[in-house]
């Protein structure tokens, strides 16, 4: 399967300071990034899909000015939690997908463990 | 309601059973189907998709889907330890390629 690189694997910062994670599509070009977040002992869940070059679209509940994503490249995905509280601890995981037919499979980064202290 | 349900376990097997694990799902319109294996920590790694009625089979694992009944599953024959994992049941809206809602997930232990 296709390579999808995320950085840094782990990130610990302070209170009110912010964060980027990166996402790369390392062997093809991802015209779709999705990005989610996952809580101890909780599943997968979609905050918000990065088209290249247009702005990216957010689920309900998750605040656009808080995480703020770009999506320049067809390569690269970025996602930066500003303001970070420790409430925005988590694990924050991209996939990337190269395809628009409804069965294109997305390929997940290894995820990103972000503590705020 | 959610929308991806799952029995969150844990489910215990002793190895070399068959481990089965169900889904179902509330949409209709949901057309893709997939299974995923979690290891604590780790992000996670596709084993099976599935988009027709039937089964699928791929080595030990036989996804099933039964779109009447919005019902997925997914069998594990001759489970090993190394199968030890939480096991995510996604679905994708055929528009909506790649965007996957998971269910809760379930948690399987494999005893030697």
């Known amino acids: 399967g296709a390579v999808v690189s995320q950085h840094p694997s782990w990130v610990i910062c302070k209170s009110g300071t912010s964060v980027k994670i990166e996402c790369r599509s390392l062997?093809?070009?991802?015209?779709?990034m999705f990005w989610y977040r996952q809580f101890p002992k909780q599943s997968l869940m979609l905050m918000a899909t990065s088209n290249e070059g247009s702005k990216a679209t957010y689920e309900q509940g998750v605040e656009k000015d808080k995480f703020l994503i770009n999506h320049a490249s067809l390569t690269l995905s970025t996602l930066t939690v500003t303001s970070a509280h420790p409430e925005d601890s988590s694990f924050y995981i991209c996939?990337?997908?190269?395809?628009?037919?409804?069965?294109?499979?997305?390929?997940f980064g290894q995820g990103t463990r972000l503590t705020v202290v | 309601q959610k929308e991806v349900e799952q029995n969150s376990g844990p489910l215990s097997v002793p190895e070399g059973a068959i481990a089965s694990l169900n889904c179902t799902y509330s949409d209709r319109g949901s057309q893709s189907f997939f299974w995923y294996r979690q290891y604590s920590g780790k992000s996670p790694e596709l084993i099976m998709s599935i988009y027709s009625n039937g089964d699928k089979e791929d080595g030990r694992f036989t996804a099933q889907l039964n779109k009447a009944s919005q019902y997925v599953s997914l069998l594990i024959r001759d489970s090993q330890p190394s199968d030890s994992a939480t096991y995510l049941c996604?679905?994708?809206?055929?528009?909506?390629?790649?965007?996957?809602?998971f269910g809760q997930g379930t948690i399987l232990t494999v005893h030697p």
């Open positions: 996939s990337a997908s190269s395809g628009q037919e409804s069965n294109t499979e997305a390929f």
């Open positions: 062997d093809f070009q991802a015209t779709t």
């Open positions: 996604a679905e994708s809206r055929g528009t909506s390629y790649g965007k996957l809602t």
